[in-house]
Structures are given as structure tokens and as C-alpha cells.
């Protein structure tokens, strides 16, 4: 997996690049952390080259959830395949987790 | 058909397994979406067993086999030298509780179940067997 990062119109985008199993999700882990520590306002992840995505990657954005409310920071998902959105909605994890078909869908909930 | 693969218990080899399953899936006209699910069945287990290996400091070897009959698509895998698991015991994620306790884990199993029709585990000579099977009617059409 590969994973950067990128300030954008003041918004915080972390872009996912391959497979997020159990070997690569603490990468993952890592960013969200210092995202949320830097307390940026919004967050979103680039889903449209993610291939893969295992319990253990769905386990990351979960485990920050409930920071990313109580600092009210904006966190959404944008560009999922549809095996990936597959994934998330075996759990039901759309409803906690906001999901946007694209980057301009996402912008636009934020109101940029 | 039966296909077989044996693997360490090192994550390095988690891509491995799911390279080897995208292809045969593919080969039996599996969806794609589905493929997807049944692949990501097999790497919730093997990721536990991997984990729970590192914590004792103990790679070992896990044999790997998927079976296509009848429209049917059975995978088995056994950890060997193991302590008995109890999958009864296992009980569904509660997602409220996950997020409040910003727990990471605690999704796999329960992706599993949902996923399949069938999860058993049996115990024999040390060995834990999981036993996964799931039914693709439209499999016996495409031959």
C-alpha cells in the first residue's frame, strides 16, 4: 500500500494507494493520528485507488471516530470501488462513516 | 475441484494468498464483487491466526484448501498445533460499542459470518479445521 497526504483549500486528504490489510493498516493508523493531533478541520481519505480493504483497515477509521467527533473535525471517504463499499456496507458501516462518490461530492459537504 | 496452498504465518504472505484465490475465483467465474467477499474471508482468518502466532513468537505452517463442487465453494484451513478455538463463544460486533471503546479489532469474525453460509470449526489432533462454505447456484448454470 501506499500512502501520502496533501493540503488542499485547507482541507486534509490522504490519499490510499493499494491493499489495506493487517501489514499495511498501522501506515494508515500512523496518518489519521497525526491528522487529528495537528487538529485539522476536515479530513478526508482518496478511496478511488484503494483495491483492498480488510477488517483491519475498516478497525483504523473506526478506532478514531469518536476523536474526530469530539474535536468536530469533518471526516469523509470519497471515490470507493464497489467491491470496497461492498465491504463497508456488509457491516453497515456506511451509516457511521460519511461516503462520497466523489471528491467533488465530498468537497461539497463541506461546503467548499 | 481442489486447489491446495501452504503458507507461514508471516502477514508479508497475506497478498500472496489473495493473488492465488483472485485467480482460481476468476477461472471459476466467480463475480467480481463476490470474490472479493470470499477473499477477504480468507484473509480475516488467516490475519487472526497470524496474529495471535506473532504474540507467541511462533511461525508456523497453515495448509490452505478450496474445493469448488455443486456450486458450491468450501475453503478449509488449519492451524495446526493450536488450542481448541470455541467459535460459539464468539459474539457479533457491536459497532456503538467498537467506536466508543475506539477498539480496532473485533470486526473479522463478524464479517466471516455474514459473508458465508456456512463457518465451522472442528478440532482434531491439536489442529484447529475451519470449514467455510458458501453457495453459488449460478456457478452450475456457467458450466
Partial sequence: ?112 | MKYNLSIKTEKENLKKVRVFLEKILKDLHVSDIEANQLILVVDEILANLMIHSAKNNDKKDIDLTLTEEGGEITFEIYDYNSPYFDLTQHEDANLQDLVRQKRKGGMGLTLVKNIMDEVEVYYEDNTNIWRLQKRFPYLLVKK
Avoid: P
Avoid at chain 1, 500500500?1 to 498501522?26: F, P, V
Avoid at chain 1, 483497515?57 to 471515490?79: Q, R, W
Fill in chain 1, 1 to 112: 500500500m501506499n500512502l501520502n497526504t496533501e493540503k488542499e483549500q485547507g482541507i486534509h486528504i490522504i490519499h490510499i494507494e493499494g491493499d489495506l490489510d493487517a501489514s499495511s493498516s498501522i501506515v494508515l493508523d500512523t496518518a489519521m493520528y497525526e491528522a487529528i493531533s495537528n487538529e485539522e478541520k476536515h479530513i478526508l481519505i482518496n478511496c478511488e485507488k484503494l483495491n483492498y480493504i480488510s477488517s483491519a483497515g475498516l478497525g483504523v477509521f473506526m478506532s478514531h471516530l469518536s476523536d474526530l467527533e469530539e474535536k468536530n473535525i469533518f471526516f469523509g471517504l470519497y471515490g470507493m470501488s464497489e467491491k470496497v463499499k461492498n465491504v463497508f456496507e456488509i457491516l453497515g458501516l456506511q451509516q457511521l462513516i460519511n461516503n462520497y462518490t466523489n471528491k467533488e461530492e465530498a468537497l461539497q459537504a463541506i461546503g467548499v
